[in-house]
């Protein structure tokens, strides 16, 4: 996800990542190459950054590694972590957009030469003590420290002039949010859509490249052209309605807790029918669309809450209007209001996507609604049906 997010940092045509290559990430623009190591964690709080830290020292022996097969004049080097640097750390000099100077570079290069030579020294006299190797100290960092020993000064102080360092940066968690900021430019009712089948489409491409079943570079234009079909799809995708007209089975059983809910407010037993097949239509539909596509969850759960945040003030003030009603003026009430989610409701409630005609999906949904006790008929009936609910 990172290196998608770099890729829509740029505008260029000219411009592509691979990932799992000569780095974890490496960013072509052009002739010129950025590699980027990731150090992410998903802790609150890492622990900061310094010219002692063991993923330093592996960062820079994966670098040194890969100098025989780069070109260093065209290559910038990027250490990428969630961690922060630590206060007065020469690493600071490092922080990407404000360029080192030489003798910052020098200070850098001789800070850590003086922690090679340490953690290489320390490993020698336990070597001469008689440790076994896997009794010797700093196993993570000494092979980094003893790569950087084994290039000339002049080398260090060149790698370190090319490498950028960005601590404190977002986490993997954050990214989804991160990429739609830079999606901004699409509506925002389907801006949540694109960029989690985006995100999809991107970790099959790099599974894809990993397996060699694609070439390594995934370039802007590919993903320019991705995102533009997902535009166009989620702006004309229609839903199916299968079961909208279609009749419930004579054998269905509808939800107990629906029906008493009917029951409860004394409804006629030619409007129970009515209400189970609507119920039966708007259940199946949902259930399709599920199939169909599982992120359909999201955009039912949020269209629910809508429907229940227009049932409830009115349930409200249901409630206000029957207070020392006897139970049969009550009922009355309560009818009006169940009559409203069939009648009213499914005429004057937005739809759950815009040109969607079928109005007794909403009148069904309500019915599923009352099934677990999300809404209800009666002003009492949480009260009323609690034992029915155990």
């Known amino acids: ?42 802790g609150e709080r890492p622990p900061p950054l310094t010219v ?7 960062t820079l022996k994966a670098w040194i590694d890969a100098l025989s097969a780069a070109d260093i004049d065209v290559t910038e080097f990027v250490l990428v972590s969630t961690a922060p640097c630590q206060d007065g750390s020469p690493l600071l000099y490092l922080i990407a957009g404000i360029p080192p100077t030489p003798g910052q570079i020098n200070e850098l290069a001789l800070a850590l030469t003086v922690e090679a030579e340490r953690v290489v020294a320390e490993r020698d006299a336990a070597k001469a003590e008689g440790k076994s190797n896997n009794d010797l100290p700093h196993k993570a960092k000494y092979p980094g ?54 995100l999809s489409w991107w970790d099959r491409q790099v599974v894809l490249s990993l397996l060699k079943k694609r070439p390594p570079r995934l370039h802007i ?10 535009v166009v799809h989620f702006n004309t995708e229609k839903l199916s309605t299968d079961f909208l007209d279609a009749e419930a089975p004579a054998a269905y059983v509808p ?7 009917l ?36 955009k039912l759960t949020k269209y629910d809450s809508y429907l229940i ?67 209800g008929w009666h002003p009492n009936y949480k009260v009323e049906l609690k034992d029915t609910n155990k």
């Open 309 to 375: 945040n227009e049932w409830s003030l009115r349930h409200e003030c249901l409630s206000e209007d029957c207070s020392g009603l006897s139970e049969e003026k009550i009922c009355f009430e309560s009818r009006s209001l169940l009559k409203w989610s069939f009648d009213e409701a499914p005429t004057k409630l937005r739809p759950i996507k815009e040109g969607f005609i079928f109005s007794n999906f909403i009148s069904g949904s309500y019915q599923i609604l009352s099934g677990d006790l999300s809404v």
């Open 221 to 230: 234009s590919e993903v320019q052209s991705e995102i533009s079909s997902l």
């Open 145 to 198: 420290c003893q790569s950087f020993l084994d290039i000339p000064m002049a080398n260090r102080q060149e790698l370190l002039g090319k490498t950028r360092f960005r601590p404190n940066t977002f986490n993997a968690a954050d990214m989804p949010f991160v990429i739609g900021q830079k999606l901004n430019y699409i509506k925002k009712d389907i801006r949540d859509l694109v960029v989690e089948s985006l």
């Open 1 to 42: 996800m990172f290196a998608l997010n770099q890729l829509l940092s740029y505008s260029s045509d000219d411009v592509a990542v691979s990932v799992e290559t000569f780095d974890d990430v490496v960013l072509h623009v052009g002739n010129d190459l950025s590699l980027y190591q990731l150090k992410h964690s998903l």
């Open 52 to 58: 002692k830290t063991d993923k330093v020292w592996k």
């Open 255 to 261: 939800n107990s807790l629906m029906l008493k809910q």
């Open 263 to 298: 029951e409860l407010v004394k409804e006629k037993k030619a409007v129970i029918r009515y209400l189970v097949q609507e119920e039966w239509r708007s259940r199946n539909q949902r259930d399709e669309w599920l199939h169909e596509d599982t992120r359909m969850y999201d």
